[in-house]
């Protein structure tokens, strides 16, 4: 009897003390696996982060003001305590956001002021937008205008537009004087035509011309675009997206489960995007089936919750409807390994938080809009 209470402390003690290694070694990989993303190297600055150019990082103070850019080797390239704000994770092409008494303009890593300090900030917290393809959308006295790296105006200043997209591809959606407008990176423009809708399919006549009236309203309540989507146009969208039979069959939904499409205003419109495929290429199209953001991507999933996943070759990121890049491509395709029992779909945005990859032992890593790194909710 006392030989088999031995027997049992021991083993209890054993399986704690596994319990705690393992746990142990996955809160390890976890750590390794985020911190390969950003190496901080070793410097005399307390609190150092990473900017979304690999060649720098963001010295802080413990007030959290933007002290200093530093390089590779710790040492401080440059000054960032005459300028009130930075944006860290819109550093591109070597060019990093700053504002200075309510004025933007930007900054190379040397600290060098490349685009003075002369145009006015955007709208929220990313009041500055990031170079692609060598542009930049900027606003002077309130009007939406196009940039390039050498602060040469590459589509003038015009009360007239009311949103730029990003560039991507070298082109760029552009909404003015109520059209879609497709501008390329040397500012010529081409208007975007509505492509025709797809006719719905033709209903079986089973019903007796005095029904027919009410046949005709109930068809205008499913396919009104407030409403929901078909369940045709829904398989059309996500027909290359969804790639088990099980999540297949969970977006073909009949219109009372699907949830009325996402919204957001982009200088004061309100816009509803969706996924749309051509040439091989994915985009996103309004309401309208006119395109919004252009034919870039080899994948995306839906906006949700403001935000869609891209992928571009093997790397996902994550843009806002205005096709700016609001999360870096970081995360490999590769990186997510999917059960048949997994409900929560990957690069795709719920209760703020976006599930992009897998530790070796299937924990799931999760990040909010920021791309920030978060613990998984219970539910994913």
Request: hydrophobic share 35%; charged share 25%; net charge positive.
């Amino acid at each position: 009897m006392r030989f088999t209470m031995i027997f049992r402390v021991i083993t209890m003690k054993f399986s704690q003390s596994k319990l705690l290694l393992t746990v142990l070694l996955a809160s390890t990989f976890m750590t390794n696996a985020y911190s390969a993303r950003c190496k901080i190297p070793k410097s005399y600055y307390k609190h150092v982060s990473c900017t979304s150019d690999k060649r720098y990082f963001l010295a802080k103070a413990d007030s959290g003001q933007a002290v200093a850019l530093i390089n590779r080797a710790g040492k401080e390239s440059a000054d960032l305590m005459v300028y009130h704000k930075v944006l860290a994770h819109k550093m591109s092409e070597g060019l990093l956001p700053v504002m200075k008494n309510g004025k933007v303009g930007y900054i190379n890593g040397n600290g060098y002021l490349v685009i003075p300090l002369r145009y006015d900030k955007l709208n929220g917290r990313n009041w500055a937008r990031r170079f692609n393809n060598g542009r930049a959308i900027v606003k002077k006295n309130g009007k939406l205008g196009v940039i390039d790296t050498n602060n040469r105006v590459i589509v003038p200043f015009s009360s007239q537009i009311q949103s730029i997209s990003d560039f991507s591809a070298r082109k760029a959606t552009m909404r003015k004087r109520g059209q879609i407008i497709i501008v390329d990176v040397n500012g010529r423009e081409t208007v975007q035509k509505a492509r025709p809708k797809p006719q719905p399919q033709q209903r079986k006549q089973t019903l007796a011309k005095s029904k027919r009236p009410a046949q005709r309203t109930q068809r205008r309540k499913t396919t009104h675009r407030d409403v929901a989507l078909s369940k045709e146009r829904l398989n059309e969208l996500f027909r290359n997206y969804q790639d088990t039979p099980q999540a297949t069959s969970e977006v073909i939904l009949s219109k009372q489960h699907v949830n009325p499409p996402s919204q957001t205003i982009i200088n004061d419109i309100e816009m509803q995007l969706y996924p749309e495929k051509s040439d091989g290429k994915w985009g996103f199209v309004d309401d309208k089936n006119v395109t919004m953001i252009t034919y870039s991507f080899d994948e995306v999933t839906p906006f949700s919750e403001g935000l869609a996943g891209v992928r571009i070759d093997n790397k996902w990121g994550f843009i806002d409807k205005a096709g700016e890049l609001i999360v870096d491509f970081n995360y490999p395709k590769t990186g997510v390994v999917k059960n048949p029992t997994d409900k929560i779909k990957p690069f795709t945005f719920y209760k703020n938080t976006a599930w992009v990859g897998n530790l070796r032992d299937g924990t799931k890593l999760c990040i909010d809009s920021t791309g920030k790194n978060k613990p998984c909710p219970s539910d994913f």
